[in-house]
């Protein structure tokens, strides 16, 4: 049987990471050489990123230079949440990174093995069901070195596994476009919310126009908003420094209803299968759009819990554990758990409600309670202020980001049918039962 350590040349490819007291949260830098967490795994797609921990260049080369990673390294989890795996991009700001104690790093030799086909491999359900029937599950579930090392890999040859990695390659190119669109639809959106709403530009401008800046922080501005909308900003700020007639409120009264989620009876199978109604749990909320869920409830389990329906363009934000005080918009309807607060928006509100509540994130994170586990409740977020301005100016507000959220959750429906495709093809090249040129055809079709 051919190894995975035999397949990259040898097992000095595949990196462990310190042992645990060789790198703890007192060994970090301000700057220095980066240090690879779960939380930097998958979070530009296929690539690590995120904000990373540093440690001293002196602490790297003294005691972790045999746990040093480059560019181009494939990083597999090695406890924790299995199965997750990250390459380290080519491009990278950082040419030397420390893996830290729940990582290890894979250096796969150009001239024996194509990096991106090996990444694929990592994914594919045969090497994830080697995971499961290996992982040793005392106390955190994880692996170890001899574990990655001896996983079975009989692999194409070279070329064939460009030819795969080329395939699979293009639908993540794809996604990946449409995830850094989605970025940019958003700071669009973010950025005429934090003018018109945060800094009052329209409202300073107009001040400054007539020489009235009491802080002289605008330097005067011809009106840069189309005239009607233009008209529906006061013309000077209050005492509080808000823009004259507008008030804080709690963002309940933005809203229908603000409700949390429930969770069926596990004990009752019925109400899990068949499993018809997306189901929505606070883990995903991270995700800032959500186009499908992981889990489904049955018609008798909604029924038959505190879960309901919550229609697109509601606002949900995570109330427990780690997640709390995270965001996302719902693209399409869904049920959620008791972890979940829906904010099921008033018309024209739905725009305003997300990107004020995303605005302030570390605002309502700060109100999470709890000494074992920080929670919000669903009613410190129903009580959460923010800005009210005229129904105008929202209104406003919401046909001017309209079509960006629209481009922006069919960017995350088109991803889904992406991410299909791909998940379909993978095993199916891997195993052969696909020829490359059928794939090729395939992919041509949706990308």
């Known amino acids: 049987m051919t190894t995975l350590a035999d397949a990259l040349g040898c097992a000095q490819n595949i990196i462990g990471g310190p042992f645990g007291s060789n790198l703890t949260q007192v060994d970090y830098r301000p700057a220095g050489i980066p240090v690879i967490r779960g939380s930097n795994m998958g979070v530009a797609g296929r690539f690590i990123g995120g904000n990373f921990v540093f440690v001293s260049a002196e602490k790297a080369k003294k005691t972790l230079s045999s746990n040093l990673a480059a560019r181009g390294d494939i990083i597999v989890t090695q406890r924790g949440t299995m199965g997750q ?61 001899t574990i990655l090392r001896q996983a079975p ?124 109604v997306p189901w929505l749990t606070s883990g995903e909320v991270r995700m800032p759009i959500i186009a499908e869920t992981a889990q489904y409830i ?63 994130r570390s605002g309502l994170a700060l109100k999470a309670t709890g000494s074992a586990q920080q929670n919000l409740s669903q009613r410190l977020i129903a009580d959460h202020t923010v800005i009210a301005p005229s129904f105008e100016c929202v209104q406003a507000f919401s046909e001017a980001a309209e079509s960006l959220f629209e481009r922006w959750i069919s960017n995350e429906f088109e991803n889904r049918s992406l991410r299909e495709v791909r998940d379909h093809l993978l095993p199916k090249l891997m195993s052969g039962e696909i020829r490359v040129k059928d794939a090729e055809k395939h992919v041509s079709e949706v990308v």
Not at 317 to 341: K, R
Request: with cysteine; aromatic share 10%.
């Open 298 to 360: 049955s018609e008798l389990g909604l029924q038959n819990s505190s879960a309901k329906i919550w229609p697109v363009g509601t606002t949900v934000v995570a109330m427990y554990g780690a997640t709390a005080g995270q965001i996302c918009l719902l693209g399409t309807s869904v049920s959620a758990n008791q972890a979940c607060c829906g904010l099921i928006p008033k018309r024209h509100m739905r725009e305003y409600v997300f990107i004020a509540l995303r605005e302030d």
């Open 85 to 145: 795996v990250s390459i380290i991009p080519t491009d990278s700001a950082y040419d030397c990174f420390v893996i830290s104690q729940s990582q290890m790093a894979i250096r796969v030799p150009i001239e024996v093995a194509d990096p991106f086909f090996v990444y694929y491999f990592l994914k594919s359900q045969k090497f994830l069901e080697y995971l499961d029937t290996s992982t040793i599950q005392t106390g955190v579930p994880h692996i170890n070195l």
């Open 153 to 276: 890999a009989s692999w194409p040859p070279l070329e064939e596994q460009h030819a795969i990695a080329s395939i699979l390659g293009a639908l993540d190119d794809k996604i990946e476009l449409n995830r850094r669109m989605n970025e940019t639809l958003e700071a669009m959106a973010r950025a005429i919310f934090k003018d018109w709403f945060v800094d009052f530009g329209p409202t300073r401008a107009k001040m400054a126009m007539r020489g009235e800046d009491p802080q002289n922080e605008n330097v005067a501005r011809a009106p840069y908003l189309a005239p009607d909308v233009w008209s529906l900003f006061p013309d000077r700020l209050d005492a509080d420094g808000k823009p004259q007639g507008w008030r804080n409120c709690a963002i309940s009264e933005l809203c229908d209803r603000v409700e949390n989620g429930g969770t069926p009876a596990r004990g009752e199978p019925q109400y899990w299968s068949p499993p018809s």
